[in-house]
């Protein structure tokens, strides 16, 4: 069965600080993964994605990989209050569905 | 550029009525997925279809619900019989499988669905 795992939190950050969100999952056939954000009754917005080991920066966001641990990370540098949110972290095999984390409650503290 | 469209934004059924959910994908875009949220859940796969196949139902219940996805016309799921516990956000999204594994999936609004 294909699982993934985050810290359900609440993660307290200082405004401008660096975030930092986790994941592993089970599958190693995994080929894909991505970063959603989610905020209180909405929809799942996307961050990032990234399929290679290694890091992947975009602006303030940098997802890193690494295939040999199942593990992937997500860094949020000068965080804002706008950046608090659930973020949630999925992964796919192929043309599967997504299978998600149930999410990391993030709170950027002001 | 619409994004992916889904409607009717909310839905409130008594139990034992049928649910119809509604999603057109974005422009370019021929594959569909179904997600469903329950409250405080994780969201999960239900579906995937292309036009006119159904790819990969593995996360649909057995019994009381469908989905399909015409020709023309937006994608449909479908909850026959509704009961209180299916009761949550239902979430399509859509990619244009240009080749890879890393296509996107792109999230339309959700239909919350509330049974009564």
């Known amino acids: 069965q294909k699982e993934v795992e985050q810290n359900s939190g609440p993660l307290s950050v200082p405004e401008g600080a660096i975030a930092s969100l986790n994941c592993t999952y089970s599958?190693?056939?995994?080929?894909?993964f991505f970063w959603y954000r989610q905020y209180s009754g909405k929809s799942p917005e996307l961050i990032m994605f990234?399929?290679?080991?290694g890091d992947k920066e975009d602006g303030r966001f940098t997802a890193q990989l690494n295939k040999a641990s199942q593990y992937v990370s997500l860094l949020i540098r000068d965080s804002q209050p706008s950046d608090s949110a659930t973020y949630l972290c999925?992964?796919?095999?192929?043309?599967?569905?997504?299978?998600f984390g149930k999410g990391t409650h993030l709170i950027i503290q002001p | 550029n619409a994004g992916v469209m889904q409607n009717p934004r909310h839905l409130v059924r008594r139990r034992g009525q049928e649910a119809r959910l509604r999603c057109s994908p974005m422009k370019g875009h021929s594959h569909v997925y179904w997600y469903r949220q329950l409250p405080e859940e994780g969201l999960k796969f239900m579906v995937y279809l292309q036009k006119e196949n159904i790819i990969d139902e593995s996360g649909m219940p057995k019994e009381r619900f469908s989905a399909e996805f015409p020709k023309e016309g937006p994608s449909i799921l479908r909850i026959q019989q509704v009961v209180r516990g299916d009761s949550a956000a239902y979430f399509c999204?859509?990619?244009?499988?240009?080749?890879?594994?890393?296509?996107?999936?792109?999230f339309g609004p959700g239909t919350r669905l509330t049974v009564l």
């Open positions: 599958d190693r056939g995994s080929q894909s």
């Open positions: 990234i399929y290679s080991n």
């Open positions: 999204a859509s990619s244009p499988r240009d080749g890879g594994a890393t296509d996107t999936q792109y």
């Open positions: 999925a992964v796919v095999r192929g043309a599967d569905g997504l299978t």
